[in-house]
């Protein structure tokens, strides 16, 4: 154990001596933020223009620009959606930190145009084969649907989707919804979805910038093997107090915040208030939903403590009832709560640090009552202590390392459909290293190479486990880069749930028994990047995800004492293209996927629920004028699978009733199922238009959005009930809108 | 601007008015047979049916009404050393609004099972196919209790009754019934009650629930349960009825065996109203086709009295035994 730490830290400190002293050429470092609040914004790019070069604010709003010819002035330039371009004059020192603060002026609300300067110059050699990187103004845009859903707006990616409209659980490049990590503000978020997977607990008006990883990513991230969704919250506004409140046909919510001495707060809540419009997802069933999630964020920074330090205090809670008003129907409840401290630290010399002491926790619970159901109580508690550092050399190479601390307690008492009831505690910790080495010194490449050393595990089995990890970007041409990845990755816990349910109410979370390893995948990704003009721009990438050791759920538990999980394998591989084409007043993303996904159980080879061959998404925005802005959003996928129905049998039925006994039971026609999932349902597809009109009333600033669901009334077939063959189809032709206010 | 805008969108959008999609659930229909044999110990008759699958392309099982049962099928069964051949038979059953119906079975009349024994079932159908399954019979269990237990007991509500763990593998039947007459103008007729699990409202009707197959090593009867079955015999009968309760209540245990616990399992799902799913596990035992293939022995607690105070509180007689 003391070797393990020892190793790390000395390579980390050699490292450092070699490369941190001052060298000859500058470097300018700064914040990015909106001139009205003071909020940090992320992806915003900063470009020098004489040197046609540059760098793009991390996802906390920081730049660095390193190796600038020094004694000179320079004319940089700083971009970024929805605000004006801005330009200053700086001058850069021989060996010098040069730090320069940029404050963007907001465009005002009818001018939002679509403008980023540089951006093809500044990622020539970012390794970010699988990234996606979504500001929140590029989230307003989208069709709203019946709320604007940080996690829907992901399914419009290409290796990304669902299982329908009613969920917003997504599955990413063939791996299943609990490989999916949530982070918010750093700390996982076990259950991140509100009314039975319809929409994500993330209330976008508090988000500040959105990272999602789809496969490759680097050796920060651990604990799941498919994709990473890292979200990070605004800090409130600095320089003055404002309210937003805004109601859709579901929801009412609001947001305060404003300065405090030293740093801002920000306090946002949303509750439902009416079920009407889920009848539309749910067919026509009245559910009684009801749920609430609220967030308050605390900053604090002061040149007198700390330096150059920011403090953060965090808290989020979210929780769902459905609770019928007859008292013996069944009731469900699940909540998260999460209270988290972040300490990030900005040295003088270009390193970065990051503290970071979290508590997570999600309880579920389905009480039967009166009713027939089997009781389900889950309980998961996550602290973390995590500490990250990031040293940024002259030569413009970086380098990370962090260790996390983890425990993790684990309750869950359920009963299977078959009536054999488990239950399944464990308390465990984990320990992890990780570091890494961006090689950035060439212009035209870049790579990342690292590992995270699991030392001890959640799982028995872990053990010493290492996840090496390499990604790296060739640009062969100016306008040509050839990108790849390679990894392995590791997950410890897992959700109980039953693949064949196409809408569960929540997801109960494990830690894998000791009869199973730990899920292991081996990820390879590849592609190419191509920007056509300045205006259009063309990714094509490859990967293949192979997975040992997938939990999956047993059905054949008919006894107590036989496992909750059995050990399955997953294979899943394809294509992935985006074209992207903006000149103002539009822009056009589309993409396409061709994709094939496998599950393999007991020797059985099958498709999973989601797996789709083709996927394809057209997205049209269109600045009108005068505040208006519309959208249009087609999408397409070809048919998920099935079981077919291939006839009927006789089946006998044990009956308890008084006087029977088992030879004499009653036989009843019975559906007989053809080989799992090798039916097709037939395509979907659909149109999604909004339109938006921002304007200022007064002291306010208002946005009115109108929102027409399946444009065409395409009957996309959901399911049908294989008792009566009754279709039930997704969303039908369904208009929505939405009411925003800002103080 | 905006003109050409809405212009383009409305014509996409007619564009891509779908026609309705020629979707079919049902894949290609492969004949499949339907072996169910339960074996037991009360008797030495023992049955067995077999059918075969149907196809009838829509959703209703009921659209090609035809006799599914197999004849002339060679079916054997080895127990203890012996082989036993059923015959093909059948019988014509009459219902309450006096509708027949012809039961197709095969049945031996010469063996009944024991405990922990092996079984093993061929079946050869005339077109040579062949079903074959095996099994094991359930283990011995034994009750915790030898004494006599009164209803109602000294303290408490509850009667409790267990027993010990045969095979952990097994599903348990338990059924608690007593035996009760009733006499009306000197015509007595003798009956069984069975004591439920507990009584539940639907839709505003009271009905009884009966304990269902499952693996526990307990249950426990509600007093208020056992009342309100002995005030059930009462209602709606005659003033002149005479009802007379004996004294012994009799505890049945059907003990499954490890397949047959198996197909319980698997028949007694339940599902929240919210959940969909889309798949099914069926359990079966039959190499070659569908169906079951177990046994069950029931063994019998007699411990059980009503105390003849408790009976007579319900103004019925109370009737000793021996």
Redesign the interface.
Same mark, same amino acid.
């Given at each position: 154990m003391k070797q393990t730490l020892i190793i790390p830290i000395t390579v980390l400190v050699l490292l450092l001596s070699i490369n941190i002293f001052p060298q000859e050429p500058g470097r300018l470092r700064g914040i990015v933020t909106d001139s009205t609040s003071g909020e940090t914004l992320a992806f915003c790019n900063v470009f020098i223009n004489e040197l046609n070069t540059g760098s793009s604010s991390n996802e906390r709003g920081i730049y660095l620009i390193n190796s600038i010819p020094s004694d000179r002035e320079y004319q940089v330039t700083a971009s970024y959606v929805g605000y004006s371009t801005h330009q200053f004059t700086v001058f850069i020192k021989p060996g010098q930190l040069t730090q320069f603060d940029i404050k963007l002026v907001p465009l005002s609300i009818e001018l939002q145009t679509v403008e980023k300067v540089g951006a093809k110059v500044i990622e020539k050699n970012t390794t970010d084969l699988g990234l996606e990187r979504i500001s929140i103004k590029q989230l307003e845009i989208l069709p709203k649907g019946v709320e604007t859903d940080v996690m829907r707006s992901l399914q419009f990616l290409p290796g990304v989707r669902s299982t329908g409209d009613v969920s917003a659980r997504y599955y990413v490049r063939g791996g299943t919804s609990d490989q999916n990590l949530v982070v918010l503000n750093g700390i996982n978020i076990y259950n991140p979805f509100h009314s039975l997977g319809l929409f994500s607990v993330i209330e976008p008006d508090i988000i500040n910038s959105v990272e999602f990883f789809k496969g490759g990513f680097s050796s920060e991230y651990g604990e799941r093997i498919s994709s990473v969704l890292n979200v990070l919250t605004k800090d409130g506004n600095k320089n003055s107090f404002g309210f937003k409140g805004s109601t859709s046909l579901l929801t009412v919510k609001g947001m305060l915040e404003g300065p405090i001495p030293g740093g801002s707060f920000l306090v946002s809540g949303r509750k439902s208030h009416s079920n009407n419009v889920l009848k539309k997802f749910l067919n026509d069933q009245t559910v009684p939903i009801d749920f609430y999630d609220m967030s308050f964020k605390l900053n604090y920074s002061s040149k007198d403590f700390f330096g150059n330090a920011k403090f953060s205090l965090f808290t989020f809670l979210s929780g769902d009832d459905l609770v019928y008003e007859d008292p013996t129907r069944e009731s469900f409840k699940w909540d998260n709560n999460i209270v988290g401290f972040e300490w990030l630290q900005i040295y003088d010399v270009p390193i970065f640090s990051r503290l970071g002491v979290s508590l997570s926790q999600f309880e579920g619970n389905i009480d039967p009552n009166g009713s027939n159901l089997k009781p389900v109580r889950n309980q998961i508690s996550d602290f973390s202590i995590s500490f990250d550092i990031n040293v940024f050399f002259a030569n413009k190479d970086e380098i990370a390392g962090g260790i996390k601390i983890k425990t993790i307690d684990s309750k869950l008492f359920y009963e299977n459909q078959l009536g054999v009831a488990s239950d399944l505690n464990k308390f465990a910790g984990n320990v992890s290293f990780y570091g890494k080495y961006k090689f950035l010194r060439y212009d035209n490449f870049g790579a990342d190479i690292g590992t995270r050393i699991n030392v001890t595990g959640l799982n028995s089995n872990s053990g010493f486990s290492p996840e090496p990890r390499l990604s790296f970007t060739y640009r062969i041409i100016p306008t040509l880069a050839l990108k790849a990845s390679c990894g392995i990755y590791l997950q410890e816990l897992v959700t109980v749930s039953d693949e064949n349910e196409i809408i569960s109410v929540f997801e109960p979370w494990i830690i894998i028994p000791s009869y199973l390893e730990p899920t292991k995948s081996l990820n390879y990704g590849a592609g190419l990047e191509w920007i056509l003009s300045t205006a259009l721009s063309a990714e094509i990438e490859a990967y293949y995800k192979k997975i040992n050791s997938l939990p999956i759920v047993n059905e054949k538990k008919y006894f107590d004492y036989e496992p909750d999980l059995v050990k399955g394998k997953g294979e899943s591989y394809g294509y992935e293209l985006m074209i992207k084409y903006s000149r103002d007043p539009f822009n056009i993303t589309s993409s396409y996927s061709l994709s094939w996904s496998y599950k393999e159980l007991d020797g059985l080879l099958y498709y999973p629920k989601y797996d789709a061959r083709h996927t394809a998404n057209f997205l049209f925005e269109f600045n009108l004028g005068a505040g208006w802005i519309g959208s249009a959003v087609w999408s397409f996928s070809s048919g998920l699978p099935f079981t077919e129905l291939v006839g009927f049998y006789d089946k006998y039925y044990l009956v308890s009733e008084p006087g029977a006994q088992f030879n004499n039971g009653v036989y009843n026609p019975y559906l007989l199922l053809g080989d799992r999932n090798l039916g097709r349902l037939p395509e979907y597809h659909r149109l999604d238009l909004g339109i938006t009109k921002r304007l200022k009333l007064f002291f306010a600033n208002m946005e009115m959005s109108l929102n027409l669901i399946n444009a065409y009334d395409r009957k996309n077939i959901f399911y049908f009930e294989r008792d009566t063959g009754e279709q039930i189809n997704m969303l039908p032709l369904l208009l929505t809108g939405t009411l925003k206010v800002e103080l | 601007?905006?003109k050409r805008?809405f212009a383009s969108?409305l014509v996409?959008?007619?564009l891509?008015? *779908?026609c309705?999609?020629n979707?079919s659930?049902?894949?290609?229909? &492969?004949?499949?047979y339907?072996l169910?044999c339960?074996l037991?110990s009360?008797t030495t008759f023992?049955?067995a049916?077999l *059918?075969?699958?149907?196809?009838?392309g829509?959703?209703n099982?009921?659209d090609k009404v035809e006799d599914?049962s197999i004849k002339f099928a060679d079916i054997r069964v080895w127990y203890e050393d012996s082989v036993y051949l059923f015959k093909d038979t059948m019988v014509v059953e009459t219902d309450a609004l006096n509708n027949s119906s012809v039961k197709n079975f095969y049945f031996n009349d010469r063996f009944k099972i024991a405990f922990n024994k092996p079984i093993e079932i061929e079946v050869l159908l005339e077109n040579g196919k062949r079903l074959k399954a095996k099994s094991q019979t359930p283990k011995d269990i034994a009750f915790k209790s030898n004494s006599s237990v009164l209803i109602p007991p000294v303290s408490g509500n509850l009667i409790n009754i267990f027993w010990t763990n045969g095979n952990?593998?097994s599903f348990y039947?338990p059924?608690l019934?007593f035996k009760y007459s009733k006499k009306v103008n000197d015509v007595v007729t003798f009956y069984?009650?069975?004591i439920p699990y507990y009584f539940?409202?639907i839709n505003g009707s009271e009905k009884a629930v009966?304990?269902?197959? *499952?693996?526990k090593l307990s249950i426990v009867y509600n007093m208020d349960v056992i009342a309100k079955t002995l005030n059930n015999l009462s209602k709606d009968e005659p003033e002149n009825v005479t009802i007379s309760v004996y004294e012994k209540l009799y505890f049945t245990l *059907?003990i499954?065996d490890q397949n047959?616990?198996?197909?319980?399992?698997?028949?007694?799902?339940?599902?929240?109203?919210?959940?969909?799913?889309?798949?099914? &596990?069926?359990?079966t035992n039959i190499e070659g086709g569908?169906?079951?293939f177990g046994s069950?022995i029931n063994k019998i607690y007699d411990r059980l009295r009503f105390q003849s105070t408790y009976i007579e509180s319900f103004g019925y007689n109370y009737v000793f035994q021996n």
């Open positions: - | 601007m905006k805008f969108i996409l959008s007619i891509l008015i *779908s309705e999609d979707f659930p049902f894949g290609s229909y &492969n004949e499949k339907v169910t339960i037991n009360d023992q049955t049916t *059918s075969s699958s149907y196809f009838t829509t959703f099982p009921d599914r952990n593998s039947q059924k019934f069984e009650a069975e539940t409202s009966y304990p269902p197959a *499952s693996n *059907s499954l047959l616990s198996r197909y319980a399992s698997s028949t007694s799902k339940s599902f929240n109203a919210l959940t969909v799913r889309v798949n099914e &596990n069926e359990y569908l169906g079951i069950y």
